[in-house]
Protein backbone atom coordinates (compact mmCIF):
# COMPACT_ATOMS: atom_id res chain seq x y z
CA UNK A 1 0.00 0.00 0.00
CA UNK A 2 0.61 3.70 -0.07
CA UNK A 3 3.48 5.19 2.66
CA UNK A 4 3.66 9.22 2.79
CA UNK A 5 6.83 10.54 4.24
CA UNK A 6 7.24 13.73 5.67
CA UNK A 7 10.16 15.96 6.39
CA UNK A 8 10.95 18.04 9.03
CA UNK A 9 8.50 17.21 11.97
CA UNK A 10 9.44 20.21 13.11
CA UNK A 11 10.88 23.70 11.18
CA UNK A 12 11.41 26.78 12.93
CA UNK A 13 11.74 30.43 10.83
CA UNK A 14 11.79 33.76 11.38
CA UNK A 15 8.53 36.07 10.31
CA UNK A 16 9.50 37.31 6.24
CA UNK A 17 11.21 33.90 5.65
CA UNK A 18 10.12 30.79 3.63
CA UNK A 19 9.38 27.42 4.37
CA UNK A 20 9.37 24.35 2.78
CA UNK A 21 8.33 20.96 3.52
CA UNK A 22 8.97 17.58 1.53
CA UNK A 23 7.03 14.67 0.91
CA UNK A 24 7.63 11.62 -0.60
CA UNK A 25 5.52 8.71 -1.73
CA UNK A 26 5.92 4.92 -2.53
CA UNK A 27 2.83 4.31 -4.61
CA UNK A 28 3.22 5.31 -8.62
CA UNK A 29 -0.35 4.85 -8.89
CA UNK A 30 -0.64 7.98 -6.82
CA UNK A 31 -2.17 10.90 -8.60
CA UNK A 32 -3.53 13.49 -6.32
CA UNK A 33 -1.52 15.14 -3.88
CA UNK A 34 -3.08 17.34 -1.21
CA UNK A 35 -1.82 19.61 1.44
CA UNK A 36 -3.47 20.39 5.02
CA UNK A 37 -3.16 23.08 7.70
CA UNK A 38 -4.71 21.90 11.40
CA UNK A 39 -4.64 24.70 13.45
CA UNK A 40 -4.92 23.88 17.91
CA UNK A 41 -7.76 22.18 18.87
CA UNK A 42 -9.18 22.10 15.53
CA UNK A 43 -9.78 19.75 12.70
CA UNK A 44 -7.34 19.66 9.42
CA UNK A 45 -8.33 22.14 5.78
CA UNK A 46 -7.79 21.71 2.87
CA UNK A 47 -4.99 24.19 1.56
CA UNK A 48 -3.77 23.74 -1.61
CA UNK A 49 -3.73 20.16 -3.84
CA UNK A 50 -1.94 19.08 -7.34
CA UNK A 51 -2.91 16.49 -9.25
CA UNK A 52 -0.30 14.32 -11.62
CA UNK A 53 -0.61 16.21 -14.76
CA UNK A 54 0.67 19.26 -13.48
CA UNK A 55 4.20 20.26 -11.84
CA UNK A 56 3.66 23.37 -9.84
CA UNK A 57 0.57 25.12 -8.32
CA UNK A 58 0.57 28.41 -6.80
CA UNK A 59 -2.28 30.31 -4.65
CA UNK A 60 -0.72 33.65 -3.40
CA UNK A 61 2.09 32.80 -0.60
CA UNK A 62 1.34 29.18 -0.95
CA UNK A 63 3.34 26.47 -3.96
CA UNK A 64 3.36 22.84 -4.56
CA UNK A 65 5.75 21.39 -6.36
CA UNK A 66 5.52 17.74 -7.65
CA UNK A 67 8.24 15.25 -9.48
CA UNK A 68 6.61 12.58 -10.18
CA UNK A 69 9.79 10.51 -11.17
CA UNK A 70 11.58 11.19 -8.09
CA UNK A 71 7.82 10.48 -6.30
CA UNK A 72 8.45 13.92 -4.23
CA UNK A 73 6.03 16.94 -3.73
CA UNK A 74 6.99 19.72 -1.09
CA UNK A 75 5.12 22.62 -0.13
CA UNK A 76 6.81 26.79 -0.01
CA UNK A 77 5.30 28.97 1.58
CA UNK A 78 6.42 31.93 0.74
CA UNK A 79 6.79 35.89 3.36
CA UNK A 80 5.58 33.55 6.44
CA UNK A 81 3.67 35.13 9.13
CA UNK A 82 2.80 34.53 12.69
CA UNK A 83 -0.70 33.35 11.18
CA UNK A 84 0.95 30.29 9.06
CA UNK A 85 2.08 28.70 12.45
CA UNK A 86 0.38 25.07 12.27
CA UNK A 87 0.96 21.85 11.88
CA UNK A 88 0.96 20.67 8.11
CA UNK A 89 0.22 17.71 6.12
CA UNK A 90 0.82 16.27 3.42
CA UNK A 91 -1.37 13.03 1.30
CA UNK A 92 -1.51 11.30 -1.49
CA UNK A 93 -4.35 9.10 -2.91
CA UNK A 94 -5.41 7.31 -6.46
CA UNK A 95 -7.96 7.65 -8.46
CA UNK A 96 -9.13 3.97 -7.85
CA UNK A 97 -12.79 3.02 -6.39
CA UNK A 98 -12.95 2.66 -2.49
CA UNK A 99 -9.49 4.49 -1.79
CA UNK A 100 -8.55 6.87 0.63
CA UNK A 101 -5.61 9.43 1.78
CA UNK A 102 -2.78 8.72 3.34
CA UNK A 103 -1.38 11.68 5.34
CA UNK A 104 2.23 11.61 6.03
CA UNK A 105 3.15 12.15 9.83
CA UNK A 106 2.81 16.26 9.97
CA UNK A 107 5.42 19.41 10.05
CA UNK A 108 4.95 21.39 12.91
CA UNK A 109 5.67 25.05 11.47
CA UNK A 110 6.14 27.62 14.59
CA UNK A 111 6.80 31.63 12.73
CA UNK A 112 8.21 33.40 15.14
CA UNK A 113 8.06 37.74 14.57
CA UNK B 1 -16.85 22.77 8.28
CA UNK B 2 -18.63 21.65 4.95
CA UNK B 3 -21.58 20.04 6.70
CA UNK B 4 -20.24 17.61 9.21
CA UNK B 5 -20.80 17.00 12.83
CA UNK B 6 -18.51 14.27 15.00
CA UNK B 7 -20.41 13.48 17.95
CA UNK B 8 -19.84 13.40 20.80
CA UNK B 9 -16.93 15.67 21.03
CA UNK B 10 -15.25 14.20 24.07
CA UNK B 11 -16.21 11.41 26.03
CA UNK B 12 -14.19 9.50 28.82
CA UNK B 13 -15.18 6.11 29.02
CA UNK B 14 -13.85 2.43 30.99
CA UNK B 15 -11.37 -0.05 29.48
CA UNK B 16 -14.01 -3.00 28.10
CA UNK B 17 -16.42 -0.92 27.48
CA UNK B 18 -18.41 -0.42 24.02
CA UNK B 19 -18.62 2.81 22.35
CA UNK B 20 -19.94 4.25 19.36
CA UNK B 21 -18.74 7.82 17.38
CA UNK B 22 -20.58 9.53 14.83
CA UNK B 23 -20.05 11.47 11.87
CA UNK B 24 -22.94 12.71 9.97
CA UNK B 25 -22.83 14.86 6.88
CA UNK B 26 -25.40 17.47 4.93
CA UNK B 27 -22.95 17.50 1.95
CA UNK B 28 -24.02 13.85 0.38
CA UNK B 29 -20.54 12.99 -0.34
CA UNK B 30 -20.11 9.62 -1.66
CA UNK B 31 -16.58 8.69 0.35
CA UNK B 32 -16.48 9.04 4.05
CA UNK B 33 -12.83 8.16 6.04
CA UNK B 34 -12.81 8.14 9.49
CA UNK B 35 -8.97 8.74 11.06
CA UNK B 36 -7.27 8.41 14.44
CA UNK B 37 -4.41 11.22 15.49
CA UNK B 38 -1.66 10.20 17.79
CA UNK B 39 1.41 12.48 18.47
CA UNK B 40 4.12 11.86 16.19
CA UNK B 41 2.14 9.28 14.48
CA UNK B 42 0.10 11.95 12.50
CA UNK B 43 -3.19 11.10 11.12
CA UNK B 44 -3.95 7.44 10.15
CA UNK B 45 -6.98 5.95 8.40
CA UNK B 46 -8.96 3.39 10.89
CA UNK B 47 -11.83 2.68 8.10
CA UNK B 48 -13.45 3.84 5.25
CA UNK B 49 -16.78 4.50 3.03
CA UNK B 50 -16.83 4.48 -0.73
CA UNK B 51 -20.99 4.20 -0.47
CA UNK B 52 -23.76 2.72 1.69
CA UNK B 53 -22.93 -0.64 3.13
CA UNK B 54 -19.66 -0.25 1.36
CA UNK B 55 -16.69 -0.02 3.83
CA UNK B 56 -13.16 -1.38 3.78
CA UNK B 57 -10.11 -0.77 6.48
CA UNK B 58 -7.61 1.17 6.51
CA UNK B 59 -4.10 1.03 8.17
CA UNK B 60 -4.84 0.64 11.78
CA UNK B 61 -8.19 -1.00 11.85
CA UNK B 62 -7.80 -3.63 14.62
CA UNK B 63 -10.25 -3.68 17.51
CA UNK B 64 -12.70 -1.02 15.43
CA UNK B 65 -15.73 -1.53 13.00
CA UNK B 66 -18.46 0.84 11.42
CA UNK B 67 -21.23 0.81 9.89
CA UNK B 68 -23.04 2.96 6.98
CA UNK B 69 -26.59 2.70 6.87
CA UNK B 70 -27.26 6.10 5.02
CA UNK B 71 -25.20 8.39 3.28
CA UNK B 72 -25.74 10.69 5.89
CA UNK B 73 -23.83 8.68 8.98
CA UNK B 74 -20.89 7.14 9.56
CA UNK B 75 -20.25 5.20 12.78
CA UNK B 76 -16.94 3.96 14.12
CA UNK B 77 -17.68 1.38 16.95
CA UNK B 78 -14.76 0.47 19.56
CA UNK B 79 -16.04 -3.17 20.50
CA UNK B 80 -14.14 -3.16 23.75
CA UNK B 81 -12.17 0.25 24.38
CA UNK B 82 -8.42 -0.42 25.48
CA UNK B 83 -6.30 2.58 26.77
CA UNK B 84 -4.10 2.49 23.05
CA UNK B 85 -7.87 3.42 21.69
CA UNK B 86 -7.56 6.92 23.63
CA UNK B 87 -6.75 9.32 20.58
CA UNK B 88 -8.25 12.06 18.85
CA UNK B 89 -10.88 10.81 15.93
CA UNK B 90 -11.15 12.67 13.01
CA UNK B 91 -14.23 12.20 10.13
CA UNK B 92 -13.60 13.19 6.67
CA UNK B 93 -15.80 13.20 3.64
CA UNK B 94 -15.04 13.71 -0.09
CA UNK B 95 -17.12 13.36 -3.15
CA UNK B 96 -14.37 12.18 -4.95
CA UNK B 97 -10.88 10.41 -3.90
CA UNK B 98 -8.93 12.70 -6.20
CA UNK B 99 -10.68 15.73 -4.96
CA UNK B 100 -9.74 17.09 -1.52
CA UNK B 101 -11.68 15.20 1.88
CA UNK B 102 -13.27 17.63 4.02
CA UNK B 103 -12.54 17.23 8.23
CA UNK B 104 -14.22 17.60 10.79
CA UNK B 105 -13.69 19.14 14.28
CA UNK B 106 -12.92 15.62 15.79
CA UNK B 107 -13.84 13.50 18.81
CA UNK B 108 -11.33 13.46 21.70
CA UNK B 109 -11.75 9.92 23.25
CA UNK B 110 -10.19 8.94 27.00
CA UNK B 111 -9.90 5.40 27.92
CA UNK B 112 -9.25 5.19 31.61
Known amino acids: GENVEQHPSTLSVQEGDSAVIKCTYSDSASNYFPWYKQELGKGPQLIIDIRSNVGEKKDQRIAVTLNKTAKHFSLHITETQPEDSAVYFCAASTSQAGTALIFGKGTTLSVSS | DAGITQSPRHKVTETGTPVTLRCHQT?????MYWYRQDPGHGLRLIHY???????DKGEVSDGYSVSRSKTEDFLLTLESATSSQTSVYFC???????????FGQGTRLTVV
Open chain 2, 49 to 55: SYGVKDT
Open chain 2, 27 to 31: ENHRY
Open chain 2, 92 to 102: AISDDPIQGAF
